[in-house]
């Protein structure tokens, strides 16, 4: 009924989890100042036509927030088995609900580590126009949305004990793939990379070029993935709540 | 409290009964074919009772109440509360439960996990009213991470309050606890009943069942094998035997005592097994005035399970004296 409270309580417990704010906030930092300091004197990095602390900004800040998207599915894995979720089927609560409010706190928290790039990108020399800061924030937003649903899909489909291996393998692929730790601009890793949506969030640092990062590819890998993860998710609660 | 039950409740449903159950059926697919976990039961409750569902492990009590709460499917049967569906009643905060297993979650004070839940609904009861009914008062302010076994099932309960429901169910309630915390749950859940509320609790313990429920409703393998006022229950189930040093009496006459089942002799003591010790004891005394060393002691529950449900397999070996009469059993 009365979503709004429910959610904000959600997101109390979120920022009160300080274990989880320590590792998730300062290991993309740490890495951003070892790569990206080093680095600074390079504006155009690797052929990707941007500086390298913006690139590493971007990638670092991609690897952070889906990070944070995907810690969803631990959320939601914990829950199931302390059988706290059984407990919220008896009240009002729907599960779009429930949901919303561990994706939204999930973009808090994304929200907090993308905050926290900034600033590291800002120390160590990116300057962008306000413009250009907020429609690469924009982007990255829209593309942390499959991965917000890819949360909650493994969160309904695997245990507490198989969740963070099967997280931190799956992110650390993806941002391989994606060119968060190096540009990738050709061959066998660039085509696989083209269609999955993190790719597509390191290249929303590529705004500063020519002010469009993301082509008609991007919108509807990102877009298509999101609806498929989405389906998915919808599917991992039926079989997870409909087993009893 | 009363008119504020009465419009939500609505005027039509107003004589439904507050539970009504009707020849529910469950099973599982095993190894060994489909398991029938609860068989056509019907333990429908009306308002203002405090109902125990007394049972051994295994008897069906959480199925039954999952099915009572919508969280299972029934294969055959239907429940209706205050003539609402499961769902439906969850969804106006009619019902509320706690559940046999759970913890809450973390990183919130018991305040405000109470507050959190009781936003859910659409007419809750106060939080400060849930804490106090709930014994939660010195526990208000603490993470729940860091709450006591004992607070913790208080928690637990709190939550079930908050939709300030009309039905309230618990499924083992006291199971962690210790005898303290024990005594503090009841007393809190009696301070909910005399809201003037209707409770349905599991439980495998008589002395529970006797000592904070109206009615008993026991179960064994799926099927009520009894259903009655508490003391009519206790009369049947908690049977009673007499022990007493009575040389060169004979056993016959003894077994026709009233109130008596059965009796057996060992040396110079008889044991008597009685459904009504009192009256048993009384006439046994009248006639043999020369019995001494006299002993009264309850049977265990287990022993009047096996009794009512004629079940031989149940574990502990069989009483000295085999009552194999049929307890009569009313459904």
Excluded at chain 2, 128 to 152: N, Y
């Amino acid at each position: 009924m009365n979503g709004v409270i429910y959610t904000r309580y959600e997101l109390v417990r979120t920022f009160r989890n300080r274990r989880f704010f320590l590792f998730s906030l300062a290991f993309p930092l740490i890495l951003y100042y070892i790569i990206a300091l080093p680095n600074r004197a390079a504006h155009d990095f690797s052929g990707s036509g941007i500086s390298a602390p913006l690139y590493y900004m971007v990638g670092l800040a991609s690897f952070g927030t889906m990070t944070s998207m995907v810690s969803t599915g631990t959320r939601i894995a914990g829950e199931r088995q302390s059988g706290w979720t059984r407990q919220l089927r008896i009240t009002p609560l729907t599960p779009r609900a429930y949901v919303g409010a561990k994706v939204l706190a999930a973009y808090a928290t994304a929200a907090l580590s993308l905050a926290t790039l900034y600033v590291s990108g800002v120390i160590v020399g990116v300057g962008l126009p306000a413009s250009v800061w907020l429609e690469m924030t924009g982007l990255i937003v829209i593309g942390l949305l499959p991965f917000a649903a890819l949360g909650i899909t493994l969160g309904h489909l695997l245990t507490v004990d198989a969740i963070g291996p099967a997280m931190g393998g799956t992110v650390s692929l993806l941002a391989l793939v994606s060119g968060t730790w190096f540009p990738v601009t050709h061959g066998l890793l660039h085509d696989i990379g083209q269609v999955l949506p993190s790719y597509w969030l390191v290249q929303a640092g590529r705004v500063s070029l020519h002010g469009q990062a993301w082509g008609a590819l991007a919108w509807v890998v990102v877009l298509g993935w999101t609806a498929l993860l989405g389906v998915l998710a919808a599917l991992a609660y039926r079989r997870d709540t409909g087993r009893v | 409290m009363g008119g504020a039950a009465m419009s939500r409740a609505g005027s039509a449903d107003v004589d439904a009964p507050i539970l009504g159950v009707e020849g529910l059926v469950k099973s599982w697919p095993s190894a060994a074919g489909r398991v029938k976990a609860v068989g056509g039961i019907d333990p429908s409750i009306a308002s203002g009772q405090v109902v125990a569902l007394l049972g051994p492990n295994g008897a069906g009590k959480s199925t039954t109440i999952d099915m009572v709460l919508g969280l299972a499917a029934p294969d055959g049967g239907s429940v209706s509360i205050l003539g609402r569906t499961p769902r439906a009643a969850v969804a106006d905060g009619l019902v509320g439960a706690m559940l046999q297993r759970g913890e809450v979650i973390r990183d919130l004070s018991v305040r405000e996990l109470i507050a959190m839940i009781a936003s859910i609904y659409p007419r809750p009861m106060d939080v400060e009213q849930v804490i106090d009914l709930a014994g939660l008062q010195d526990a208000a302010e603490q993470r729940t991470q860091k709450l006591s076994g004992g607070q913790a099932q208080r928690a637990r309960f709190a939550l079930a309050l908050a939709s300030d429901p009309e039905l309230l169910i618990l499924d083992e309630p006291t199971v962690a606890m210790d005898v303290e915390a024990r005594r503090g749950f009841w007393s809190a859940m009696r301070r909910f009943v005399a809201r003037g509320r209707t409770v349905l609790f599991a439980t495998h313990y008589l002395e529970e069942a006797d000592a904070n429920a109206d009615r008993v409703v026991l179960m064994a393998h799926g099927r009520i094998v009894a259903d009655g006022a508490t003391t009519e229950i206790k009369a049947r189930v908690g049977t009673h035997t007499i022990r007493a040093t009575l040389p060169s009496v004979g056993l016959t006459g003894l077994a026709s005592l009233p109130g008596v089942i059965s009796a057996d002799r060992h040396g110079e003591a008889v044991i008597l097994v009685c459904i009504d010790s009192d009256a048993a004891l009384r006439e046994l005394l009248r006639r043999h005035p020369a019995a001494r060393d006299i002993e009264v002691s309850g049977a265990g529950l287990e022993d009047a399970f096996r009794r009512l449900t004629g079940d031989e397999e149940a574990g502990s070996p069989a009483a000295p004296i085999a009552a194999t009469e049929p307890v009569e059993v009313k459904l």
